[in-house]
């Protein structure tokens, strides 16, 4: 996320003897919680999915360096793996359609209305993202009024919704959408409006200034959001647990079936990492592309 | 830029302009016209309405009424961005995600205008930023990045070049140092600027014709020497330069001169450097033009000169000048600049001393006491 961050060109000039001490003490509680709920489970996590299963006695590992468990979990669950990454690209896709006009709206043209425009963006956040998704399954369940006026158009291939990838996408987006429109609005707010003026003024469509003014100057929003979505979204389970049949499952389904009912925790550590390692080298590819030429 | 010194400048008419915030008119009727070519200054105190109508002239603000012409074409309903316009905006409004280069060269691309590399270079020496071309606008000065500002709206050869307080921001000395290169720029490119300042030492030495607004109207228009010299409204006189102001009643006229009593005072004034049309005449006098003198001298007066005796109550030395604040019998103070050519030979505060000055430099300006008090709470209140 440091590429997020508004570069100032200048450095601040701070003396040496002022920047030793303070800094690290500040450092202090938050490096305390990382240790404790980030390092040491990493630690773990790794160390178990080297485990070797111990002969005949199912759910029972001992420390080992068992290297095949990460190849052996990849042929099993890839295509779990390549749908996650799919699900989650096209929810991240649809949220970022949905979240920018509305952004655009609540920063540019909402006047009055704005603060309660954000609460209303926030306000699905106080109930439990759970309820909210169980709440998902009436609204698009098979009687439901959506599903009957999509089959009325003969739009469905399977003629129902719930229980289909479509279902998974659709929860996928609703759930993090506010993810995506929060820092979009963020940078959009920040917009000049000034800036718009002087690009009308330097003859400019309307067009043509949103393509070349406020969207290079809304970057840093599009990246912040898409990665809030995007990476949540890939390792998310529950959408796909409460919306989705038994061929859409998600790598985070894996993982939970893995850990909690074949109890085969090396497998399910190492799928763990693996999927990290994965969004980790995707993140910063899309980082580093972003951050070359278009933000600011 | 010789190439565009040929090109066919034309005159910008405001014809009524108005523009209404709710009740109020921020500009009023506004009828005017800017030569072609002309280095144009709209100068007045702060809220007048100059912002406004500069914002209509280049489609950022819709007139509420009246009409806005370039020679024979009315713009008035075209969008900002299909006017033959551009603006120099107070806080520049430089695109910070673009480099000075594309800043520069953003119109002509929208306005696929070819050969852009050759014309924003030529721009970019013109306002001698050329090593400058590949930086990002934070990272220039306040005075380079003004003229990227200038640059950015000149390249694009408008008729009418708009330019709001462009120099506010900057420094008294790099002020003084833009003014005369935004006067340079204006002779070598040959647009018509139309330049937005509440300066007015600043809009004097820049401008061919100087228009004093207030309150959404034009006052008065002309060039600087002249509405300094002659001007028509007490708010002019006051705005433009300091005057001393004598609020009187016309007693009488022989031949060109005009006799006025003030406070028991007999004042000349000449009929061709009369406003007032009534009775009611305010006299009016710049510091500079009045003579401070001892009592004594009170013989050596040149005949027709009109006197004013009192009491100095200030002085104040400034090097090139000394400023007396003299006291009059009925309790005004007059406001006077001699010029430091004599050495040592000063009135002292407490000095009885005698003013005179030429019937020549006097005007008249319609009104009475009201209107004297009323203009200065709003000049008080206003810069
Ligand atoms: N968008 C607006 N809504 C309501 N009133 C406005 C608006 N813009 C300007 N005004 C009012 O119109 C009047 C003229 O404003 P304007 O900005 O033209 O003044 P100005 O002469 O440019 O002043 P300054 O020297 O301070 O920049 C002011 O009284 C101002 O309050
Ligand atoms: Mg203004």
Redesign the pocket.
């Known amino acids: 996320m440091v590429a997020l961050l508004p570069s100032t060109g200048v450095k601040p000039q701070v003396s040496p003897q002022k920047r030793s001490r303070t800094g690290y003490f500040l450092l202090l509680p938050g490096m305390t919680w990382l240790a404790i709920f980030f390092a040491i489970p990493f630690v773990t996590l790794f160390l178990t999915s080297l485990q070797a299963p111990v002969a005949g006695k199912s759910g029972q590992y001992v420390p080992a360096f068992q290297v095949s468990n990460y190849p052996d979990a990849l042929i099993e669950y890839w295509p779990q793996f390549l749908k996650s990454f799919i699900y989650a690209g096209i929810a991240t896709a649809l949220a970022l359609l949905i979240a920018y006009p509305l952004a655009y709206f609540i920063a540019f043209k909402a006047g009055r209305w704005r603060a309660l425009m954000l609460v209303l963006v926030i306000a699905p956040s106080f109930a439990s993202f759970l309820l909210r998704t169980y709440a998902w399954k009436t609204i698009l369940a098979d009687e439901g009024f959506i599903t009957s006026f999509f089959n009325a158009l003969h739009l469905l291939p399977d003629d129902r919704i719930l229980n289909t990838s479509i279902a998974v996408i659709a929860g996928l987006t609703y759930n993090f959408l506010p993810f995506m429109i929060l820092p979009l609005y963020a940078a959009l707010e920040k917009v000049d409006p000034r800036l718009i003026e002087a690009s009308n003024d330097l003859y400019a469509s309307a067009f043509t200034t949103f393509r070349k003014v406020t969207w290079p100057l809304s970057l840093p929003g599009v990246v912040a959001g898409t990665l809030l979505t995007f990476i949540p979204a890939t390792g998310d389970y529950i959408n796909a647990e409460l919306l989705g049949s038994t061929q859409d499952r998600m790598i985070g389904n894996v993982i939970q079936t893995n850990f909690i009912e074949f109890r085969d925790y090396p497998t399910a550590s190492a799928l763990s990492f693996v999927l990290m390692a994965v969004i980790l080298v995707l993140v910063f590819t899309y980082i580093r592309r972003a951050g070359t030429e278009d933000l600011v | 830029m010789s190439e565009s010194s040929g090109r066919n400048i034309e005159d910008l008419h405001l014809k009524s302009l108005t523009k209404k915030f709710g009740e109020v008119a921020a500009v009023d009727d506004l009828t005017l016209t800017i030569p072609a070519g002309s280095f144009f200054a709209l100068l007045g105190a ?1 809220g007048c309405g ?3 109508t500069l914002r209509m002239v280049a489609g950022l603000e819709d007139p509420t009424s009246g009409n806005i012409v370039i020679g024979d074409k009315d713009i008035t309903h075209l969008r900002a961005f299909q006017r033959p316009v551009n603006t120099v905006f ?1 806080s520049y409004a430089l695109f910070p995600h673009l480099d000075i280069f594309e800043n520069v060269a953003f119109g002509l691309r929208r306005r696929k205008v070819k050969d852009v590399d050759q014309k924003v270079n030529a721009m970019l020496e013109l306002v001698e930023l050329g090593p400058m071309a590949r930086r990002k606008p934070s990272q220039l000065s306040g005075g380079q990045q003004q003229r990227v500002a200038v640059a950015r709206a000149l390249i694009n050869e408008p008729d009418v070049l708009l330019l ?2 462009p120099l506010g921001a900057l420094d008294l000395k790099l002020r003084r140092q833009m003014q005369i290169e935004l006067k340079r720029i204006q002779v070598e490119v040959g647009t018509t600027f139309v330049h ?1 300042t509440h300066d007015q030492e600043e809009a004097m030495t820049m401008a061919d014709t100087v228009a004093v607004m207030n309150a959404g109207r034009i006052e008065q228009m002309g060039h600087p020497a002249d509405i300094y010299e002659l001007p028509q409204t007490v708010f002019v006189a006051n705005f433009l330069g300091q005057s001393n102001l004598f609020a009187g009643s016309r007693t009488g006229q022989s031949g060109e001169v005009i006799m006025v009593d003030s406070h028991g005072m007999k004042f000349s004034v000449l009929s061709s450097r009369n406003s007032a049309r009534s009775d009611e005449i305010i006299v009016g006098i710049r510091p500079e033009k009045i003579v401070v003198r001892d009592l004594v001298d009170r013989d050596n007066v040149p005949s027709g000169h009109n006197i004013l005796e009192g009491r100095v109550t200030d002085v104040s030395y400034t090097g090139v000048s000394t400023q007396y604040v003299v006291e009059t019998s009925w309790g005004q103070d007059v406001t006077v600049f001699e010029q430091n050519v004599i050495v040592g030979d000063r009135c002292e505060v407490g000095d009885q001393v005698i003013l005179h000055w030429s019937p020549e430099h006097t005007f008249g300006l319609a009104g009475g006491e009201t209107l004297l008090h009323k203009t200065a709470q709003v000049l008080a209140a206003g810069v």
């Open positions: 702060s100059k912002t406004t107070q709001d307080e937005v």
